[in-house]
């Protein structure tokens, strides 16, 4: 089968489509024929090489995968050849303390489809036979494998550690992101008010499209003073972050008493300056989260799938363009999902 693989780690000139071995399925897994896969920054990130992954090469990404089921290994019920279905990225060991409690990220052996083990940015992939959910018929593959990641994380964020409830203030930074985009959609689901930042004035009204109830352009304005003049210098309930060290410091400024930070990301720089006074004074919280449990997933798809939440992609292009695809996300320039076509 034809992979876009890369056989050193670095930029996206290393990619290619390569030949590669076809997967067989062993025992409880089944092969999905890729028909679409969507781009995020661990991608990059696995391609510019991890040292502690170990990645072995060849190797190709891809973890928002959308296909039909080309083959079922033994051992495998409720899944047939031809089914179309989307891929649950998780991989766990199933066994440890946290996979008893059904807290699939929390794994002390967790990976990820396409950072762990060969993605979906080729013909072929093998995965878990309890990971293929079968798609609707009126769901397109593009918008399944745009969906996934970004909306497993980002509801757990909002929905489980998050907690929002209705009327409640929610702050998302940074929009233009899969993740944050997405975020508004789920807190406005969730009866929320919305504030969103980006330094584009195009995001922003993409994200009030979405439902954002306020934009602040943070390369006009101190958007940490808009927050708290739009509410009323209380703050607010819940701050999604992904930014990282660059908006830390006021994120958690940003916070109401007894409200909740909730991070996954860290994409400025992981170390930001916390000032303690205002974490024990106002009593928050600041929680980590990490993509999401299989609850979590079904839940996020359902939702999807009856058109409650959208698929947000900024543009389709087939696998063979996948490096200029890979650079225009490294550049910031989208908002929503790239997604390659297999
Ligand atoms: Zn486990």
């Not at 233009?176 to 009866?191: D, E, F, N, R, Y």
């Not at 969103?196 to 994200?207: E, G, I, M, N």
């Not at 909740?260 to 720089?269: D, E, F, M």
């Not at 490096?323 to 490294?330: E, G, I």
Request: hydrophobic residues 45%; glycine residues 12%.
């Amino acid at each position: 089968m034809k992979a876009l693989a890369f056989k050193e780690f670095g930029g996206p000139e290393k990619l290619a489509l390569l030949d590669v071995p076809d997967p067989v399925a062993g025992p409880g897994e089944v092969i999905v024929r890729v028909r679409a896969c969507a781009l995020n920054h661990l991608d990059l990130f696995v391609r510019e090489g991890i040292p502690a992954l170990k990645t072995p090469l060849p190797f190709w990404t891809g973890c928002d995968i959308a296909g039909d089921v080309a083959e079922v290994g033994s051992g495998v019920t409720g899944v047939k050849v031809g089914d179309r279905v989307a891929v649950n990225p998780n991989l766990t060991c199933g066994r440890c303390e946290f996979c008893m409690q059904g807290e699939d990220s929390l794994c002390v052996r967790y990976g990820i489809l396409g950072e762990h083990a060969p993605g979906g940015l080729a013909e072929l992939v093998k995965v878990r036979g309890d990971n293929v959910l079968p798609l609707p018929a009126h769901v397109s593959y593009e918008d399944a494998a745009s969906f996934i990641l970004t909306n497993m994380t980002a509801w757990r964020m909002v929905v489980t550690q998050g907690q929002v409830r209705a009327g409640q203030d929610v702050l998302i930074l940074g929009v233009g992101g899969g993740v944050s985009s997405t975020a508004v959609q789920i807190a406005k689901l969730c009866g929320a008010r919305v504030i969103v930042t980006s330094s584009s004035d195009a995001k922003l009204d993409r994200a009030r499209q979405l439902g954002a109830d306020i934009g602040i352009n943070y390369a006009r304005e101190d958007w940490a003073k808009v927050v708290f003049e739009k509410t009323a210098r209380r703050g607010v309930d819940l701050v999604i972050e992904n930014v990282g060290a660059q908006t830390w410091k006021q994120s958690i400024r940003s916070v109401a008493k007894g409200g909740r930070l909730v991070t996954c990301g860290a994409t400025t720089g992981p170390i930001g300056e916390t000032d303690i006074r205002i974490v024990f004074w106002n009593q928050i919280s600041i929680i980590g989260s990490t993509m999401a449990n299989r609850k979590e997933f079904h839940d996020v798809m359902r939702l999807f799938f009856e058109g409650r939440l959208r698929a947000i992609v900024d543009e389709v292009v087939p696998l063979k363009d996948g490096a200029a695809a890979q650079r225009r996300l490294a550049e910031g320039q989208q908002f929503g999902k790239i997604v390659l076509t297999v």
